[in-house]
């Protein structure tokens, strides 16, 4: 599925949920900066910019909630089937792993 959302507007939209997520909390940058390990700086660049690496992220979900829905939200589709002839043709097509070159 493709997405019409920008890579940036996403980071944009992602670093405004989590700061709203920490107001909601009673938390200062400080506060989340300490609970989750997270540099106060990155934090604060986050939250204006929305850039921070995948680690300091899940960090910070940590501590403001939101993590296993993050998880869940990138979970494999499971597909549905409608007969064995669908079946049988996903068990021969599904790729465990890259093309080697």
């Known amino acids: ?17 989590v700061r709203s997520r920490r107001l909601n909390a009673g938390l200062t940058q400080q506060d989340l900066a300490e609970r989750s390990g997270v540099a106060l700086p990155t934090l604060r660049k986050f ?6 690496s995948l680690e300091s992220f899940l960090r910070l979900l940590m501590v403001v909630g939101g993590l296993e829905e993050v998880i869940e939200a990138i979970r ?20 465990k792993r890259g093309r080697h070159k």
């Open 1 to 17: 599925m493709i997405s019409l959302i920008s890579p940036s507007k996403a980071l944009g939209k992602l670093a405004e949920n």
């Open 47 to 52: 939250e204006q910019k929305g850039v921070i």
């Open 76 to 95: 494999p589709v499971k597909p549905t089937f409608t007969s064995i002839d669908e079946v049988l043709k996903q068990e021969t097509s599904t790729r």
